[in-house]
């Protein structure tokens, strides 16, 4: 476990996954991070690579060959390096290997680092394609969950007490809906407005709410009762995801900046079709990244 902290945040980062476990505010003690309970999810935020979701018929095709992939892909249940290790940064990488070939038939260097700066926490995703002369095709997102507010409703049920998230800038956004075993239709996606959505468990019925977003877009969680927001900037992250688990209902709500999407309805099977995947030439590099800032205490929407 790896623990970066300056005079705002105290946070830990597990090798295994490259991932976040705790963000704790130095004044108060306050954990921001859910964590982990396998009644809900025993998951805190994993990194998703090199896909999101799911794979129609949970597979895809690549020149002639059928792969089988699982959910959100393998780096969060694989072991990291970490190297560079500061007070206030640290970087985890991973490299292709006889058995991620069998299941992702290319080469590839996955590093993610943190960076910690106040109250801040940027976090970046750089991909190598060390190949000469063979592309890679990839997906890569965060999914971290953030402790929020719990009561009882008037039925003496579980829900979110005053939770709600906004985007700024505020505006109409295409919210992608989910279809059956976890694939996206986007032929029935609409544009809504996004301004100070309240949520409720019922709210993730359909599992997560997804929608496409500009390189300005920033999504903030408002939790009133414990006087806590915390913002999300994404940077070559073109989708948004907000979940909680339905029906079970817990006392999390992730923020997942992705930079793709689990397969649409209408999906070909060709990974190199694949709608939203990123294309990597030889002997390039990629980033995409995103800034978490914590707050706690007083703070206006």
Same mark, same amino acid.
């Given at each position: 476990?790896?623990?970066?902290?300056?005079? +705002? =945040?105290?946070?830990?980062?597990?090798?295994?996954?490259?991932?976040?476990?705790?963000?704790?505010?130095?004044?108060?003690?306050?954990?921001? =991070?859910?964590?982990?309970?396998?009644?809900?999810?025993?998951?805190? +935020?994993? $990194?998703?690579?090199?896909?999101?979701?799911?794979?129609?018929?949970?597979?895809?095709?690549? #020149?002639?060959?059928? *792969?089988? =992939?699982?959910?959100?892909?393998?780096?969060?249940?694989?072991?990291?390096?970490?190297?560079? $290790?500061?007070?206030? @940064?640290? @970087?985890?990488?991973?490299?292709?290997?006889?058995?991620?070939?069998?299941?992702? %038939?290319?080469?590839?260097?996955?590093?993610?680092?943190?960076?910690?700066?106040?109250?801040?926490?940027?976090?970046?995703?750089? &991909?190598?394609? %060390?190949?000469?002369? #063979? /592309?890679? *095709?990839?997906? $890569?997102?965060?999914?971290?969950?953030?402790?929020?507010?719990?009561?009882?409703?008037?039925?003496?049920?579980?829900?979110?007490?005053?939770?709600?998230?906004?985007?700024?800038?505020?505006?109409? *956004?295409?919210?992608?809906?989910?279809?059956?075993?976890?694939?996206?239709?986007?032929?029935?996606?609409?544009?809504?407005?996004?301004?100070?959505?309240? =949520?409720?468990?019922?709210?993730? /019925?359909?599992? +997560?709410?997804?929608?496409?977003?500009?390189?300005?877009?920033?999504?903030?969680?408002?939790?009133? /009762?414990?006087?806590?927001?915390?913002?999300?900037?994404?940077?070559?992250?073109?989708?948004?995801? &907000?979940?909680?688990?339905? %029906?079970?209902? +817990?006392?999390? $709500?992730?923020?997942?900046?992705?930079?793709?999407?689990?397969?649409?309805?209408?999906?070909?099977?060709?990974?190199?079709?694949?709608?939203?995947?990123?294309?990597?030439? %030889?002997?390039?590099?990629?980033?995409?990244? *995103?800034?978490?800032?914590?707050?706690?205490?007083?703070?206006?929407?």
């Amino acid at each position: 476990m790896i623990t970066l902290s300056n005079e +705002a =945040l105290t946070i830990s980062i597990n090798e295994v996954g490259a991932e976040l476990t705790s963000v704790i505010d130095k004044q108060t003690g306050y954990e921001f =991070l859910w964590q982990g309970d396998p009644k809900y999810w025993e998951r805190q +935020a994993p $990194v998703l690579f090199p896909n999101i979701g799911v794979f129609k018929e949970n597979s895809y095709q690549y #020149e002639g060959n059928t *792969y089988h =992939l699982n959910r959100h892909g393998f780096a969060r249940d694989m072991e990291f390096v970490a190297q560079n $290790v500061t007070n206030n @940064s640290a @970087s985890f990488y991973i490299k292709s290997n006889e058995d991620t070939l069998k299941v992702y %038939p290319f080469e590839f260097s996955f590093q993610i680092t943190y960076i910690l700066f106040d109250n801040r926490i940027t976090v970046t995703y750089e &991909i190598l394609n %060390p190949s000469s002369k #063979e /592309k890679i *095709y990839y997906n $890569v997102g965060g999914h971290p969950a953030f402790n929020v507010s719990h009561t009882s409703n008037k039925s003496g049920k579980p829900e979110f007490d005053e939770v709600s998230f906004h985007f700024e800038p505020s505006g109409q *956004y295409l919210n992608i809906p989910f279809f059956e075993g976890g694939l996206t239709d986007r032929n029935k996606a609409k544009y809504t407005l996004v301004e100070n959505i309240p =949520l409720l468990h019922r709210t993730f /019925k359909k599992d +997560a709410l997804v929608y496409q977003i500009s390189e300005h877009t920033e999504v903030i969680l408002n939790d009133p /009762k414990n006087e806590v927001q915390v913002r999300m900037k994404p940077n070559r992250m073109n989708f948004m995801g &907000i979940w909680s688990p339905y %029906p079970a209902k +817990a006392s999390f $709500v992730c923020l997942e900046p992705w930079a793709g999407l689990s397969d649409d309805v209408t999906a070909t099977g060709d990974i190199t079709e694949k709608y939203g995947v990123f294309e990597l030439s %030889p002997n390039e590099i990629m980033t995409h990244d *995103y800034t978490m800032t914590f707050n706690k205490g007083p703070v206006s929407k």
